[in-house]
């Protein structure tokens, strides 16, 4: 007899290697970001948030993989109703349902697979149980149409906070997409679609934000889009498009959290979210910029950042479908765009009301940004020194050109749109109220609706008046199914 | 458009029909049942106790045979049911405080007085032959808890209560409880099974004599003892009006 | 033919308790249909121990033939069972009573909903 | 003779009359008496489970009596597993009950009444004669609506009014389920029964079984017969509710299981039944969770997820009868499993749902806000027990779950266990939000001055919760105890019939 949970872990091999590094290494960066700030209470979920994402890549067997996600789902959920309003409450416990949700396709999936296999052993699911599975994943992953957790969630809770819960949710999803899903009905790749896909539509819901963490947060469901692009490639097309997802993992979690860290930053100064009445960081906090550039081209897949190499991988390996390369190009025109706009608003704009004074900003708070900084531009630099990544000459001029053209094209949209991209957020009120995004956008929270015409009503209250069925009516009703019950076993 | 005349009527009269329908299922199921016993099983074989009842307890009566030795469990079961229904009345309604002084007519009061200690002589005698003839400790203790019943109202409550007092019953239900459980050891101790009458060495005597059925006269003074004292308390829990929770509400 | 006459009896008093039970409002008629009901089974046990032409069980009786003792015993534990279920019915009633002053069930079990 | 089985009847049974005798005599020592006697009744239930489970079955006659004409009681490893679990139910609920300042009547007597219940529940679980299964039921019956109708709530009266109509109607149907029996085979005794059973007329047989799953169906609240158990446990409060719940209705299943294996022989000769079991199951995973989504109390609302979690064990239960052979061994298994886990978790959840209510002096849900940072220790109990129920690996309950959805031949149970899982999620974190919202109500009302112990009921509450979360890790020891049991159930008519026959004189 096998034990439901063996917990097999083992250090994983390849591009997965260096993904396990980068969990680790922004887990403990993170998480001591996260005590230096204070925030104790924070201290336990983080520490268990961090450590399920790193036993998520350590699982070499379904059910520990699914024990991960759903510890990571929890400990983030503890994280994200942390400030405890009504709306963060309601935020939350949204994302906790729409992820065990999740957790529960990946239980049939589980299911399935074990009933048809007897094994639990991570690998390649049965054709029944992938459908189950590709539902999972695409709600882990955030993909298009299931996206809303994320962008809701995160941009909601403390500053601190959002860059941890960006390094593992999304990314363990599709680390077992890339792991258990090989599926390409009647060779058509969903995933690859819907990834790219998502990869587009996101980027243009990102390019229509104001919010610096909820611009943000469109971007990684885009980032995402890009990785679950390259996992469904790789099913039956192009081996090397698992490894350049995952390579794009890789990268794209080092510099998203930089980005991250960056607007944390920008918003702890400001005391409020909106980007368009920020500007003006950029001569004052130097090294914020530097940081925020580095991000913003790795990000925009500039030539020699690490975004550059993963997009590049990426866009090799799915020349056989040649309509996701070209979505692939249109995100990263989008993606340029939009971080020429971000760029622009938070460090070159003028500030627009004066800012509160922020050369006070003490070195230690620069160490995280700058450690995940240094390391994105040596990845860029030197993308073979990562672990797994494949021999290939990733600065020929051919491809230099090909990630230039959606940059200039960006840039060309940039001048014609700036005005259009730049301007302040209509609505009022939103002045920040404190340094938590919460609060700042807590406004919105609205009271219950008129609770005569919410959904559902009627039903509920027929439901518990007929809960309140009389004794009598209820020795009638077993008498009823007493009948029933004796028809059905009336011998035929 | 129907008055409710009518619909209270018209519902009554499904249900009416319901029941009956029920119950004439019930009926055809049970001859049904009795005519595939009667057809599969024979007939010499029908009834395991009646020929041996005697030789194995040594009582005469083959239903208090059955309830006191053969199916004793039972007995303790339906007991400790009685047992818990006064522990539950008791826990429902709180203790019994400022009985009542309503007493019956004069008449009836001198007639009982005179009569009371004959009309003892009845269930005393349904406990005692309960291995002999019809009766036994169920019928008797009934009897008894009548009795005790009647002086209640006959006589008041504060009568009733003076002369037993509810703590004398409670601890007279208690004492043959704990007795009724502990004669059922002596068959272990013996080492026979629980319950086990002769079995367990207790002396069968000549059938058809008051000192006879081993064990079966002692369970059934016991469990006389108990039924009264039990079905007495929840008498006097039911009339007994609680002191401090006179009603409050009245809707 | 005895025992059907016995089964239609027992059969009539059942129905007679169980509308007793489904169309009473007061707590009291239903605790009398309830006592009803336990009668009914009563009768009805009594009369599966029917034997034609049989005799009491008891061994004293020259008789050819005896009814079968064993329903006669689960028939007394039957009554006993029915009065200790009878007794806490009833104490629940006097409960309500001192309570409420009221012992229609429908309009307690609408005054007590929990959920409204 | 080994006496355990009727041990574990009467001891509890005597230990009944001796609380009531000490409270009558010595009211200060009934606390300590309660205590003794759950320890002398626990200790004998793991001994005779213990014996059940390793050795064969173990038979015992009353008074040695052998079956036809005496009552024979009967420890396989099916029942030594529901012994085992009335041996955790009457310890927790004695030391979680154990009052110092209540005196009232109901108090007084809870302590006797709780004995007797978990005895007539042993003995439920022993018996191997179908009226003294039905003495017990009713036993089981007089004593918890003495439980649920304490006097400190108005409307728990009504409410235990209500509960008596329906065991009426459920005792009433088993004692008609019995009599035909009875009447067709001419024996009580389950052994013989379950040997006339495959030769009975197939429409006798189907009603009899109907009106033994309606009997049942009305105790464990299968989902048309299930409305007067919120009022119920809500009117009875957390710890009786606790106690019902979580081993009550465990124990009237089992009695569901036994008859319907054993004396009716329903999977050979009426395999129909597993089907409605099945539909039953389905209906009550999601009426018992959606209703408990839209639930506004505490109390009903764990009541409604016990409904829920009774067809998840329904579905276990029918996955078995449906298959046959050896693969229902692992179907009954996980039923079990989810049993255990479900006893487990329901009374944690129950129990430290009764600190926090007892803090609030209420049980509406709204009215808990921010109540679990006064009782820190119940609400991580609570938390999770609510994780083991809601099923998250690697939790005990996702274990269960998992077994249960793999006796599954279909497609649709699982999904909808899937489903259960979703919903109640939802109604748990939402209590959970707003039971450590951290803007609570300016002032908690006085908490009731009858201070129950807090440390003490805290550290069983969190042993129950802690048990129910490691026993998925620990699934292969569990699972091995499981089937063995299963086997009891399944494979019972191959080795316990005969034995009873050949022992016969």
Redesign the interface.
Known sequence: ?????PFALAIPEGIYFSAFLVFLFLGVILFLNILRQKEGRYAFPAAVHVAAGVLAILARDI?TL??AW?VLA?SA?ILI?G???ARG?RI??RY??IQ??G???F??AA?LH??ETGSLVTGILVPSAQPFMVAAILIKTATMPVHFWLTQAYPSVELSITPLLSVYTTKVGVLTAAQLIWISPAGFPVLAWLGAGTAVGAVILALLQHEARKLLSYHIVSQVGYMVAGIGLAAGFSAMAATAGMFHLVTHTLYKALLLLVAAQAVHHRGHEDLTRMGGLGSRRPLLLLCGIIGAAAISGVPFTSGYASKYLLKEASQAQPLVTYLLYAASVGTGLSFIKFTHLLFFNRANPPSSDPSKTRAPSMVPLVLVAGITVLIGLFPHAVPGVPRRAFFTPSSLLSALLPLAASALLWMVLKKRLTRPATTVGRAGTGAGGVHATDTRAKPFPGKAHAPGTRL?RG??T??N?G?QA??L??????AV??G????R | MESPVIRVFLTRLTAGFLCLLLSL??VV??L???R??AQ??PTQM?E??TA?SVAETGSINVVTA?LM??????T???A??I???V??A??????PGSPSNRTMGLLSRRQLSALLPLFFIFPLFVIFHGHLSPGGGFQGGVSLAVLVILIHVAFGDRFGEEVIPH?IL??SE??A??GL??I??V??FQG??????V?AGFPRGTAGTLASGGVIPLLNLLVGMKVAAGLSSIYVHLAGHEAENVPEKRR | MMQTAAYLTAAGVFAIGLYG?LTQRD?IK?CIS?SI?DSS?VM??VA?AYVPGGAAPIAGFEALRFVDP??HA?AL??IV?GA??LA??LA??V??YR??GTTD?AR??I?????S | ?N?LP??VV?IP??G???I??VD?VRPAFKSTAALLVATAHSTTLVAAAYRGMTGPALL??????IA????SLMVDSFSAFFLLLLAIGHLASALVRIESGDR???A???A??IA?FF??LS?ITVTADL??LF??V??A???S??LI???RH??S??????A??????????L??AV????????T?AMPLVAQ?AP??????H??A???I??SF??KIG?V??H??Q??TY?AAGTTVAAILSAFGLKIHVYALLRLLWFPLQAPVV?P??YS?LLVMGMVNILTGH??AM????LV?MLAFSSIAHVGYILLGVAAAGRIGGSAAVYAVAAALFHTGMHTLMKSALFWSGHRLIHLSRSSRIMDLGGIAWRAPGSIIAFSLAA?AI?G???TGGF?SK?FV??AQQALLP??VI??G??IS??YY??FF??A????PPDSFPAPHPLSLRPRLQTAVVLALAVAAVMA??R??QV??LLLRAAEGLVDQADFVGPALIGRGR
């Open positions: 007899m096998n034990t439901l949970f059910m699914l024990v759903e929890f959920f109703r400030t405890g309003t409450r939350s416990l906790l349902v065990v949700t957790g529960v396709f239980f049939f299911l074990f009933g509920r439901a518990r007929l809960h069925l004794p209820q020795v009703l077993f008498l009823l199914v007493l019950t004796a059905l076993l009336w011998p | 299922g019930f199921l049970l049904d049942a009795g595939h016993r599969t099983i029908e395991p106790y041996r059955i030795d053969y199916r004793a469990f039972d303790l079961g339906e400790t049911v047992f818990a229904s522990a539950v008791a826990a429902i309604l709180g203790k703590r409670a601890l208690y004492g409880a704990i459980v502990g059922g050891f068959g272990i026979s099974a629980y319950l086990a009458n079995a | 039970m707590m239903i309830i009901m089974f009805a046990l599966a064993l329903p689960l534990t039957a069972i200790g279920i806490i019915a629940l009633t409960a309500v309570h409420y069930i307690l079990f005054a007590t909903r929990e959920d | 003779m006496h009727v041990l009467v049974v005597a009944a009359f001796l009531s005798l009558t015992y006659s009353v008074g040695e009596w036809p004409v005496g009552i009232s009547e109901w007084r007597k809870s006797a009444l007797l005895a007539a003995g009226f003294n003495i017990f009713e036993l019956t007089v004593c609506i003495g109708a304490r006097k108005p409307g009266a009504v409410a235990g009014f209500v008596l109509m329906a065991a009426t109607i459920s005792g009433a149907l004692l008609f009599l035909v029996l009875y009447v067709a085979t001419g009580v006339a030769d009975l007329p197939a429409h006798l189907g009603m079984t109907a009106a799953i309606v169906g009305i299968l048309p017969m409305f007067w919120p009022r809500h009426l129909g039944v409605i959606s209703m839209i639930e506004r109390n009903r994780l809601i998250i690996p690697p274990a998992w959805a793999m699982v999904l899937g489903a899982t979703v999620l939802v974190g939402r939000l707003i450590t919202r951290r803007d998925g890790t699934d292969v699972r091995s």
